[in-house]
């Protein structure tokens, strides 16, 4: 599945007990008993940060340290190499969306924010850039990323950039749009259905017609058929940005909305509460 949001508990309610492998636990109300299995990978931070010590340095001495549930159990080690370093190490508690603190996950920045004034800038600890360019654009600091595998470390500003420039031009598309959908999912953790309904009334205060669909899974072919000129995505902020290229029409986060309107500073879509 997709994580801890799209558990298939009711497509399972035949069962006596669903158990949902690699995701850290977001309290739900499920139909069955549902067991999380977290999914951990062992390997040792310590190398990739030793190998970046100058790096890090040049970035400042106090550091907000994060990463995803995969390496949450080595997150505590990590600190404790890097205060005998000299650093200053900050780990953020999050929302009741959020099991460990330290952890984000792709719609969840909170442990993050928590911390934000205290820090010079986040490290990230993982692979990919989506979970770090969310820290950036959800938070005023600078975030460098680190790769344990290879040991790769990344400044993200650059990465930042482009991605604004990708998401602007789709705004900017999109301003030229009339007929609007506003995609709901139906899967549990990601449905937004009082977000679609603001996004809908917005919309139409703006002369635009819009109208909500609710669906199982998200993609092109589900939507080509109601002529829509453009999509707002009111489940996971990963699809409007992820899957962008893959839709012929503009696909827009819900937060995006705000700047069909008026302009502003570019917020990041999250999901903050279940």
Do not use: W
């Not at 990708?166 to 999109?174: F, G, L, Q, T, W």
């Not at 029409?249 to 700047?259: A, G």
């Amino acid at each position: 599945t997709y994580g801890a949001c799209d558990v298939a508990d009711e497509e399972m309610s035949f069962c006596d007990c669903l158990v949902h492998f690699g995701h850290a636990e977001i309290p739900m109300k499920f139909v069955i008993p549902v067991i999380f299995m977290e999914v951990y990978d062992n390997i040792d931070l310590i190398p990739s940060l030793e190998k970046n010590l100058d790096f890090l340095e040049k970035k400042g001495k106090n550091i907000g340290l994060t990463t995803t549930v995969q390496h949450i159990l080595e997150l505590k080690n990590a600190e404790r190499f890097l205060k005998n370093r000299g650093f200053n190490i900050y780990i953020g508690k999050g929302t009741r969306r959020i099991k460990y603190d330290g952890q984000i996950l792709g719609c969840n920045f909170s442990v993050c924010k928590s911390i934000e004034d205290k820090v010079d800038y986040f490290l990230y600890i993982g692979t990919g850039y989506f979970h770090p360019l969310g820290i950036t654009l959800n938070t005023k600091k600078k975030v460098v990323a680190i790769d344990p595998y290879t040991g790769k470390i990344v400044d993200m500003e650059n990465e930042k950039t482009k991605l604004l420039k990708k998401r602007y031009a789709v705004i900017e598309k999109a301003k030229e749009a009339e007929r609007f959908g506003v995609i709901v999912s139906r899967k549990k953790g990601q449905f937004r259905m009082k977000e679609a309904l603001n996004i809908k009334k917005d919309l139409e205060k703006i002369g635009k017609k819009a109208y909500i669909l609710i669906t199982g899974e998200i993609y092109p072919e589900k939507f080509r058929g109601f002529n829509f000129d453009a999509c707002v995505i009111s489940a996971c902020p990963r699809i409007a940005i992820d899957d962008q290229p893959r839709y012929e029409k503009p696909i827009l986060t819900v937060t995006e909305v705000n700047l069909l309107k008026e302009t502003g500073e570019y917020r990041f879509d999250e999901i903050g509460g279940i």
